[in-house]
């Protein structure tokens, strides 16, 4: 087994600390990753405090991971020493069932193997996530970082970039469309950037009128500010998508109204507490909400060469791992431009 360092959290109340564990050998389809930056996504503090249930402690977070490799099993074949790689929001699935074999394992139905806080296929082992100095991963679940990023700016792509680029690509979001997106967080931020480089007519709604000239600076086109009722009114039947990246609770039908006749409404959040729909808000205006999680390893290749034909990456606050509980408190209060990234050289 090959010793690791890493944070932990011991339960769903206590700070993370630094935890010592095992990862498995190098397996002869394995790589072996030092890893370098990893991204702190909402989610994990939705895992770390259990708000979703289910945890499994002690929990290493991370799942927006960026390092390089280090060693590669004997039948690699996509990976070579040397190289960067990353890792997303799982690390294995089944590979034989309907999704698995349509390239979008991250809707696996039998066994998706979570970066963290899941089990191995073995069904015992826990997974162990990103807040460490090393990860060992199955290359066909292993990403190829293209070389001319910032790779502290790369990591939160492999969960904030693919969550946001993913249903862009199903629903052929593009030129001619109006895309309102909900919230300018570390999902928002990334859909602005995405929708405006596909063409879209891109409008950020907030509740905070201060985020406006970042908005802007992001690539959005316009800004609105949804506590104004006037401004609402206005707004009606207006947009062809809204992509709401909002993960506390929220009204919903506000947004809905905000749609034209078979307008789109795309969930990205995931809030903890269960939401009222009004299906009069659907009904009359033939529209639809739908949802979507990450993308399968082979979209999310495609995302990050995107990204790097186009220069697109995440704009990140850089922090040593022992500021990761102060960095989940700002996180609560929307305190971060906007994604912390955490430098994993600070472990040692």
Known sequence: MIQTKGYAAQDASTPLAPFDFERREV?????????????????????????????LYPMVPGHEIVGRVVKVGEKVDKFKEGDLAGVGC????????????????????????????????????????????????DEKYTLKVPENLDLSRVAPLLCAGITTYSPMKEWKIGKGHRVGIVGLGGLGHMAVKLAASMGADVTVLSTSPEKEKDARELGAHN?????????????????????????????????????????TMILLGA????????????????????????????????????????NIMSDVEVIPIDYINEAYERMLKGDVKYRFVIDMASLD
């Open 27 to 55: 397996g002869e389809h394995d790589v072996q990753i030092e890893i370098l930056y990893c991204g702190v996504c909402h989610s994990d503090l939705h895992q770390v405090r259990n708000e979703w249930g289910g945890a």
């Open 90 to 137: 799982f690390v294995d699935s089944c590979r034989h069932c309907h999704s698995c074999n349509e390239g979008l394992e991250q809707y696996c139905e039998n066994h998706l193997v979570v970066t963290y806080s899941g089990l191995e296929k073995d069904g015992k082992t826990v997974t162990q996530g990103g807040y460490s100095n090393q990860i060992v991963v």
């Open 223 to 263: 800004f609105k500010n949804t506590k104004d009722d006037e401004v609402m009114k206005e707004m009606a039947d207006s947009y062809d998508f809204i992509i709401d990246t909002v993960s506390a609770p929220h009204n919903y039908n506000n947004y809905l109204t905000l749609l034209k006749r078979d307008g």
């Open 271 to 310: 809030p903890p507490a269960p939401a009222e729909v009004i299906a009069a808000n659907l009904l009359f205006k033939r529209r639809r909400m739908v949802g979507s999680l990450i993308g399968g390893i082979a979209e999310t290749q495609e995302m990050l060469d995107y990204c790097a034909e186009h």
